[in-house]
């Protein structure tokens, strides 16, 4: 095979390559990726430094329960208030209800201004590796918290239980 041909099967490889990892990206690293918002990518790591040392601010201001930040591998937290920025993430969080790739565990609201759904992959199992919080107020602030680690339906109940005590939000579990 001539020098040429090889160049060339080569820039078709890559470029197929990086098409196929452009498609597999999640809805939750397209988000990230938006203009007007924060992203903050936290591994294991640090979560366990954290809170090791006492100085989980960043950390209390989730619904996460402390014990199942002990199962996280990492976390991604994703933030935006900007108008432009939450239309376009709440359009492409709707991959999120693609049963195909993940379950809703459940949605809750305390108005119809403010929407709370956890999401897990792979769906329709009892334990998942990826756990989506998505706290939607409605055209004001999105706020995206994706945990990665092995998780099961009694961290999600534990989430339910964090929120409910820190409001009086209506809960609507999906798995009763």
Same mark, same amino acid.
Do not use: C, W
């Given at each position: 095979?001539?020098?040429?041909?090889?160049?060339?099967?080569?820039?078709?490889?890559?470029s197929?390559?990086?098409?196929?990892?452009?498609?597999?990206?999640?809805?939750?690293?397209?988000?990230?990726?938006?203009?007007?918002?924060? $992203?903050?990518?936290?591994?294991a790591?640090?979560? %366990?430094? &954290?809170? *090791?040392?006492?100085?989980?601010e960043? #950390?209390?201001?989730?619904?996460?329960?402390?014990?199942?930040?002990?199962k996280?591998?990492?976390?991604?937290?994703?933030?935006?208030?900007k108008?432009? $920025?939450?239309?376009?993430?709440q359009?492409?969080? %709707?991959? &999120?209800d *693609?049963?195909?790739?993940?379950?809703? #565990?459940?949605?809750?609201?305390?108005?119809?201004e403010?929407?709370?759904?956890?999401?897990?992959?792979?769906?329709?199992?009892?334990?998942?590796?990826? $756990?989506i919080?998505?706290?939607?107020?409605?055209?004001?602030?999105?706020?995206?918290i994706?945990?990665?680690?092995?998780?099961?339906m009694?961290?999600?109940?534990?989430?339910?239980d964090?929120?409910?005590?820190?409001?009086?939000?209506?809960?609507?579990?999906?798995?009763?």
């Amino acid at each position: 095979m001539n020098d040429k041909l090889k160049l060339i099967l080569l820039a078709v490889i890559l470029s197929f390559s990086s098409l196929v990892s452009a498609a597999q990206s999640s809805p939750v690293d397209k988000v990230a990726e938006l203009d007007d918002v924060y $992203a903050q990518y936290i591994p294991a790591f640090m979560i %366990k430094g &954290l809170t *090791n040392m006492g100085s989980m601010e960043i #950390l209390k201001a989730t619904p996460i329960p402390s014990g199942m930040l002990r199962k996280v591998t990492s976390m991604q937290f994703i933030m935006t208030s900007k108008k432009k $920025a939450v239309k376009k993430a709440q359009k492409i969080l %709707k991959d &999120l209800d *693609n049963p195909r790739n993940y379950s809703v #565990l459940f949605r809750s609201s305390s108005n119809k201004e403010e929407k709370i759904a956890i999401y897990a992959s792979p769906a329709n199992s009892e334990t998942f590796n990826e $756990a989506i919080l998505v706290i939607n107020e409605h055209d004001r602030q999105i706020i995206v918290i994706q945990l990665l680690g092995e998780f099961s339906m009694e961290d999600v109940r534990d989430i339910e239980d964090e929120l409910r005590d820190e409001s009086s939000t209506t809960v609507t579990p999906l798995d009763e």
